[in-house]
């Protein structure tokens, strides 16, 4: 995502045009926005959070435990003017400890040159130990069936109670990749239609909406 150019009022006005959490952090760490969805979540005002270093706000936590892992990654970012992928953090909010997934932007002020991270924070607790939760369940049934059943070597099952076929996999991994249709099929030796039926027998062993979605759970999981 590029660097997007912004007036101090068209900057204030990208923080509240949004219905999702949001706020700014300028290259120091302090909130320099604040919106009223993150006033919600995290239970402090405007006037509260403005100044306050960003980490004591957060008081996030990844899944290895360390404390604030991305922060000074994202400081790196807003001074060298780079874009960031998003992100899962464990915050503080108004109700406890909570997963969420920050989005980052990466905005400059042209009337005085300063460049601010614009955080889009969205909660997925639930999503997230779920995840976790299968994770775990793969983690422990790795060299076993699912219930006692033989597993396929080469096509680990992604969680609960279904598995994929080996070619399923190899799909898969190739719409990962970004691959089309048309170049799995050419890849695999197989044809289109082919690749489209395994794809919807995919989508419906992991209770996938998307293509995307599929691809984020079997990784989340480590089939690919």
């Not at 007036?7 to 949001?22: L, R, W």
């Not at 004591?56 to 604030?68: A, M, N, R, T, Y």
């Not at 909570?98 to 607790?125: F, K, Q, T």
Request: charged letters at 20%.
């Amino acid at each position: 995502m590029r660097s997007t150019p912004l007036n101090s009022k068209q900057f204030h006005i990208q923080v509240e045009g949004t219905a999702d959490a949001a706020f700014a952090v300028d290259a120091a760490g302090r909130i320099s926005a604040w919106n009223n969805a993150a006033a919600e979540l995290f239970g402090l005002s405007e006037a509260e959070a403005i100044s306050i270093p960003c980490h004591e706000i957060l008081q996030g936590s990844d899944e290895k435990g360390l404390v604030c892992s991305e922060h000074y990654v994202i400081e790196r970012a807003v001074q060298d003017n780079r874009p960031l992928m998003n992100f899962d953090l464990r915050v503080q909010t108004k109700a406890g400890k909570l997963w969420c997934n920050l989005s980052i932007l990466i905005a400059s002020d042209p009337a005085s040159g300063a460049r601010h991270a614009i955080y889009i924070v969205r909660p997925r607790e639930m999503r997230k130990r779920l995840e976790q939760a299968l994770s775990e369940f793969v983690r422990t049934q790795a060299g076993s069936g699912l219930n006692g059943s033989p597993m396929i070597s080469s096509a680990p099952a992604p969680g609960l109670n279904v598995r994929l076929t080996t070619r399923e996999v190899e799909v898969l991994k190739s719409l990962a990749k970004g691959h089309t249709t048309r170049a799995i099929a050419n890849q695999l030796n197989i044809s289109s239609a082919t690749v489209n039926n395994h794809i919807k027998h995919i989508l419906k062993k992991l209770d996938a909406h998307t293509r995307l979605e599929a691809i984020r759970l079997a990784e989340s999981v480590g089939v690919i």
